[in-house]
Protein backbone atom coordinates (compact mmCIF):
# COMPACT_ATOMS: atom_id res chain seq x y z
CA UNK A 1 0.00 0.00 0.00
CA UNK A 2 1.24 3.48 -1.31
CA UNK A 3 1.91 6.12 1.55
CA UNK A 4 -0.02 9.72 0.93
CA UNK A 5 2.74 12.48 0.30
CA UNK A 6 2.33 14.42 3.00
CA UNK A 7 1.88 18.29 2.35
CA UNK A 8 4.88 20.84 2.56
CA UNK A 9 3.41 23.64 4.27
CA UNK A 10 7.26 24.93 5.57
CA UNK A 11 7.77 26.22 1.61
CA UNK A 12 6.22 29.56 3.21
CA UNK A 13 8.81 29.72 5.78
CA UNK A 14 11.61 29.01 2.96
CA UNK A 15 10.20 31.05 0.21
CA UNK A 16 8.90 34.08 2.43
CA UNK A 17 10.97 36.32 0.61
CA UNK A 18 9.02 35.50 -2.26
CA UNK A 19 5.68 36.50 -1.93
CA UNK A 20 6.19 40.66 -3.65
CA UNK A 21 9.02 38.93 -5.73
CA UNK A 22 8.38 39.07 -9.56
CA UNK A 23 10.99 36.18 -9.41
CA UNK A 24 9.34 33.75 -7.20
CA UNK A 25 6.15 31.68 -8.10
CA UNK A 26 4.54 33.20 -5.26
CA UNK A 27 4.30 35.80 -6.65
CA UNK A 28 1.73 34.26 -9.14
CA UNK A 29 -0.87 34.64 -6.44
CA UNK A 30 -0.76 38.14 -6.22
CA UNK A 31 -0.42 39.14 -10.53
CA UNK A 32 -2.42 36.28 -11.79
CA UNK A 33 -4.57 35.24 -9.22
CA UNK A 34 -5.59 37.88 -6.42
CA UNK A 35 -7.12 40.34 -9.31
CA UNK A 36 -10.40 37.95 -9.24
CA UNK A 37 -10.50 37.06 -5.87
CA UNK A 38 -10.36 41.02 -5.26
CA UNK A 39 -13.20 41.49 -7.13
CA UNK A 40 -15.27 38.44 -5.81
CA UNK A 41 -15.05 39.77 -2.42
CA UNK A 42 -16.13 43.39 -3.34
CA UNK A 43 -19.29 41.70 -5.19
CA UNK A 44 -19.66 39.10 -1.91
CA UNK A 45 -19.70 42.94 0.57
CA UNK A 46 -22.26 44.61 -2.57
CA UNK A 47 -24.31 41.74 -2.32
CA UNK A 48 -25.14 41.52 1.33
CA UNK A 49 -24.30 45.45 1.58
CA UNK A 50 -21.47 45.25 4.15
CA UNK A 51 -20.04 48.33 4.33
CA UNK A 52 -16.43 49.14 6.08
CA UNK A 53 -16.12 45.46 8.02
CA UNK A 54 -13.85 44.45 10.30
CA UNK A 55 -12.17 41.40 8.49
CA UNK A 56 -10.30 38.35 8.93
CA UNK A 57 -7.84 36.76 5.82
CA UNK A 58 -7.08 32.95 7.19
CA UNK A 59 -3.58 31.71 5.74
CA UNK A 60 -2.64 35.26 4.93
CA UNK A 61 1.16 34.33 3.93
CA UNK A 62 2.61 37.62 2.75
CA UNK A 63 -0.32 39.88 2.98
CA UNK A 64 -1.09 39.90 -0.75
CA UNK A 65 -5.13 39.14 0.51
CA UNK A 66 -4.72 41.66 3.72
CA UNK A 67 -3.68 44.39 1.99
CA UNK A 68 -6.14 44.21 -0.50
CA UNK A 69 -8.83 44.08 2.30
CA UNK A 70 -7.19 47.02 4.20
CA UNK A 71 -8.74 49.22 0.30
CA UNK A 72 -12.20 48.63 1.80
CA UNK A 73 -12.52 47.71 5.45
CA UNK A 74 -12.71 49.08 8.95
CA UNK A 75 -9.75 46.99 10.06
CA UNK A 76 -7.90 43.91 9.09
CA UNK A 77 -6.32 40.80 10.63
CA UNK A 78 -4.13 38.30 9.03
CA UNK A 79 -3.35 34.90 10.88
CA UNK A 80 -0.75 32.08 9.47
CA UNK A 81 1.66 29.70 10.68
CA UNK A 82 4.63 30.75 8.46
CA UNK A 83 6.23 33.05 11.13
CA UNK A 84 8.38 34.33 8.44
CA UNK A 85 5.64 34.78 5.83
CA UNK A 86 4.20 37.28 8.65
CA UNK A 87 7.62 39.13 9.01
CA UNK A 88 7.14 39.44 5.38
CA UNK A 89 3.35 40.79 5.56
CA UNK A 90 4.43 42.85 8.17
CA UNK A 91 7.56 44.94 6.68
CA UNK A 92 5.61 45.30 3.67
CA UNK A 93 2.20 46.55 4.77
CA UNK A 94 4.73 49.24 6.61
CA UNK A 95 6.78 49.84 3.90
CA UNK A 96 2.99 50.76 1.92
CA UNK A 97 1.63 52.99 4.93
CA UNK A 98 -0.80 50.40 6.10
CA UNK A 99 -2.37 49.20 9.47
CA UNK A 100 -2.65 45.66 9.21
CA UNK A 101 -2.77 43.39 12.63
CA UNK A 102 -0.45 40.20 11.21
CA UNK A 103 -0.40 37.20 13.91
CA UNK A 104 0.53 33.64 14.34
CA UNK A 105 -1.97 30.98 14.11
CA UNK A 106 -3.73 27.57 12.75
CA UNK A 107 -6.76 27.94 11.17
CA UNK A 108 -8.60 25.15 13.67
CA UNK A 109 -7.75 27.66 16.43
CA UNK A 110 -7.86 30.97 16.56
CA UNK A 111 -7.52 33.31 18.38
CA UNK A 112 -10.57 35.83 18.68
CA UNK A 113 -14.16 35.96 20.73
CA UNK A 114 -17.15 34.69 19.37
CA UNK A 115 -18.45 37.00 16.57
CA UNK A 116 -15.38 39.39 15.79
CA UNK A 117 -15.79 39.40 12.16
CA UNK A 118 -18.08 40.48 9.10
CA UNK A 119 -15.98 39.39 7.07
CA UNK A 120 -13.72 36.22 6.93
CA UNK A 121 -11.62 35.24 3.70
CA UNK A 122 -9.77 32.11 3.59
CA UNK A 123 -8.10 31.12 -0.19
CA UNK A 124 -5.70 28.81 -1.26
CA UNK A 125 -5.69 27.70 2.38
CA UNK A 126 -8.07 24.88 3.21
CA UNK A 127 -6.05 22.28 0.89
CA UNK A 128 -3.83 22.77 3.47
CA UNK A 129 -5.26 22.88 7.11
CA UNK A 130 -4.99 20.00 8.59
CA UNK A 131 -8.79 19.21 9.68
CA UNK A 132 -10.97 21.26 7.23
CA UNK A 133 -14.00 20.45 9.46
CA UNK A 134 -12.05 22.28 12.45
CA UNK A 135 -11.65 25.00 10.31
CA UNK A 136 -15.17 25.95 9.05
CA UNK A 137 -15.93 25.63 12.77
CA UNK A 138 -13.99 27.86 13.85
CA UNK A 139 -14.67 30.71 10.64
CA UNK A 140 -18.36 30.21 11.99
CA UNK A 141 -17.52 31.13 15.66
CA UNK A 142 -16.06 34.03 14.57
CA UNK A 143 -17.77 35.56 12.34
CA UNK A 144 -21.19 38.00 13.30
CA UNK A 145 -24.60 36.91 12.55
CA UNK A 146 -24.97 37.68 8.89
CA UNK A 147 -21.19 37.54 8.35
CA UNK A 148 -19.76 36.74 4.61
CA UNK A 149 -16.97 33.98 4.18
CA UNK A 150 -15.27 33.94 1.42
CA UNK A 151 -13.15 31.15 -0.01
CA UNK A 152 -11.41 29.50 -2.27
CA UNK A 153 -9.94 26.30 -2.82
CA UNK A 154 -9.10 23.24 -5.79
CA UNK A 155 -11.47 20.73 -6.85
CA UNK A 156 -10.04 17.04 -6.41
CA UNK A 157 -10.75 15.76 -10.05
CA UNK A 158 -7.95 14.46 -12.56
CA UNK A 159 -7.83 18.42 -13.98
CA UNK A 160 -6.42 19.24 -10.81
CA UNK A 161 -3.57 16.19 -10.71
CA UNK A 162 -2.28 16.93 -14.16
CA UNK A 163 -2.68 21.02 -13.78
CA UNK A 164 -1.03 21.98 -9.91
CA UNK A 165 0.98 17.59 -9.38
CA UNK A 166 2.01 16.87 -13.33
CA UNK A 167 2.90 19.89 -14.82
CA UNK A 168 3.53 22.05 -11.71
CA UNK A 169 5.81 20.02 -10.01
CA UNK A 170 6.35 17.15 -11.32
CA UNK A 171 6.99 16.47 -14.96
CA UNK A 172 11.05 17.63 -15.18
CA UNK A 173 10.26 19.62 -18.15
CA UNK A 174 7.50 22.24 -17.03
CA UNK A 175 7.81 22.08 -12.95
CA UNK A 176 8.07 25.22 -11.25
CA UNK A 177 6.73 24.60 -7.86
CA UNK A 178 8.01 22.78 -5.00
CA UNK A 179 7.65 18.91 -4.38
CA UNK A 180 4.07 18.63 -2.36
CA UNK A 181 3.19 22.24 -2.26
CA UNK A 182 -0.18 20.44 -3.36
CA UNK A 183 -1.19 16.87 -2.08
CA UNK A 184 -3.92 15.84 -4.26
CA UNK A 185 -5.57 14.17 -1.64
CA UNK A 186 -5.78 17.06 0.69
CA UNK A 187 -8.05 18.60 -2.75
CA UNK A 188 -11.17 19.38 -1.56
CA UNK A 189 -14.54 18.34 -4.16
CA UNK A 190 -17.56 20.78 -3.86
CA UNK A 191 -20.17 18.97 -2.12
CA UNK A 192 -17.77 17.49 0.23
CA UNK A 193 -17.19 21.18 1.19
CA UNK A 194 -20.76 21.80 0.92
CA UNK A 195 -21.61 19.11 3.65
CA UNK A 196 -18.94 21.19 6.08
CA UNK A 197 -21.28 24.15 5.26
CA UNK A 198 -24.25 22.98 6.04
CA UNK A 199 -22.96 21.62 9.84
CA UNK A 200 -21.71 24.32 10.82
CA UNK A 201 -24.67 26.40 10.18
CA UNK A 202 -22.92 28.47 6.98
CA UNK A 203 -25.61 29.01 4.13
CA UNK A 204 -23.54 28.84 0.86
CA UNK A 205 -25.11 31.72 -1.46
CA UNK A 206 -23.11 31.00 -4.59
CA UNK A 207 -20.38 29.11 -6.26
CA UNK A 208 -17.96 29.57 -9.25
CA UNK A 209 -15.04 27.87 -10.77
CA UNK A 210 -11.93 29.81 -11.56
CA UNK A 211 -9.62 28.76 -14.52
CA UNK A 212 -7.39 30.80 -16.31
CA UNK A 213 -7.81 33.36 -18.81
CA UNK A 214 -5.35 31.13 -21.50
CA UNK A 215 -6.01 27.93 -22.86
CA UNK A 216 -3.96 24.46 -21.63
CA UNK A 217 -1.98 24.83 -25.03
CA UNK A 218 -0.87 28.50 -23.80
CA UNK A 219 -0.49 28.18 -20.66
CA UNK A 220 2.29 25.40 -20.77
CA UNK A 221 3.90 27.47 -23.63
CA UNK A 222 3.98 30.34 -20.92
CA UNK A 223 5.33 28.04 -18.18
CA UNK A 224 8.27 26.97 -20.70
CA UNK A 225 9.08 30.60 -21.33
CA UNK A 226 9.03 31.30 -17.36
CA UNK A 227 11.17 28.04 -16.87
CA UNK A 228 13.49 28.85 -20.04
CA UNK A 229 13.12 31.93 -22.16
CA UNK A 230 13.49 34.46 -19.40
CA UNK A 231 9.82 35.11 -18.18
CA UNK A 232 9.30 35.94 -14.79
CA UNK A 233 6.98 34.61 -12.41
CA UNK A 234 4.98 38.13 -12.53
CA UNK A 235 4.74 38.38 -15.59
CA UNK A 236 3.42 34.99 -16.28
CA UNK A 237 0.58 35.91 -13.86
CA UNK A 238 -0.31 38.85 -16.06
CA UNK A 239 -0.16 36.56 -18.77
CA UNK A 240 -2.37 33.75 -17.53
CA UNK A 241 -4.74 35.56 -15.43
CA UNK A 242 -7.77 33.40 -13.40
CA UNK A 243 -11.20 34.46 -14.29
CA UNK A 244 -14.20 33.42 -12.75
CA UNK A 245 -16.50 30.67 -14.77
CA UNK A 246 -18.68 27.80 -14.92
CA UNK A 247 -15.92 25.57 -14.86
CA UNK A 248 -14.72 24.18 -11.50
CA UNK A 249 -12.90 21.15 -13.11
CA UNK A 250 -9.44 23.13 -11.19
CA UNK A 251 -10.00 25.72 -8.77
CA UNK A 252 -13.73 27.18 -7.47
CA UNK A 253 -14.56 30.30 -4.65
CA UNK A 254 -17.67 31.10 -3.53
CA UNK A 255 -19.19 32.28 -0.33
CA UNK A 256 -21.47 31.80 2.68
CA UNK A 257 -22.88 33.36 5.35
CA UNK A 258 -23.64 32.55 9.03
CA UNK A 259 -26.94 31.95 9.54
Not at 39 to 66: F, Q, T, W
Not at 153 to 172: E, K
Request: charged residues 25%.
Amino acid sequence: MFNKPVIDNDIYNRHSDGWWSQDSFLNILETGIQPVRSEYVRHCLASMALIKPNSLDIGCGGGIIAEDLAEFSATVTGVDISTASLETARKHAKENGLDINYMESYAESLPFADNSFELVTCCDVLEHVQDVDKAISEVERVLKPGGIFVYDTVNRTFMSYLALIFIAQDFPLTRFAPKNSHVWHKFIRPQELQNVFRDNYLTNKEEWGMEPSVNPISMVWYILKTKYLGLDFGAFGNKTKFKKSKNKSISYLGYCVKQ
